[in-house]
């Protein structure tokens, strides 16, 4: 129960934190952190708690994310929900045009 408290706070914060610092600025470097910290967020919400250490976002490079599985079958499960992750993200950061790349 705690856990989706957590994670229910996180991601309240997520969506003020990326909004106050497109107003004031944002380095690449922590526009890429503040991307790769969400994605991981949804994918644990769409994918389940067992997904942190099977399902990981690596790096960020414009606006493509890169994503590794660890196994077949989380790759699979990913890509089903690949769609509800990018969407949740693109209304994080609204304007930017962002993309997914599976990496197994």
């Not at 914060?13 to 004031?24: G, N």
């Not at 944002?26 to 708690?49: D, F, H, R, V």
């Not at 490079?61 to 499960?77: D, P, T, Y």
């Amino acid at each position: 129960m705690n856990s989706i408290i957590n994670t229910v706070i996180l991601m309240k914060l997520s969506l003020i934190l990326p909004k106050v610092l497109q107003y004031r600025g944002l380095s690449e470097e922590a526009y890429a952190g503040l991307l790769l910290e969400n994605c991981k967020q949804y994918i644990t919400i769409y994918l389940g708690e067992e997904s942190e250490k099977m399902v990981i976002p690596t790096k960020v490079m414009g606006n493509k994310i890169f994503v590794q599985a660890l196994s077949s079958g989380w790759a699979h499960l990913f890509l089903l929900k690949k769609n509800y992750i990018l969407s949740a993200l693109k209304n994080d950061f609204p304007g930017k045009k962002l993309e997914m790349v599976l990496k197994r």
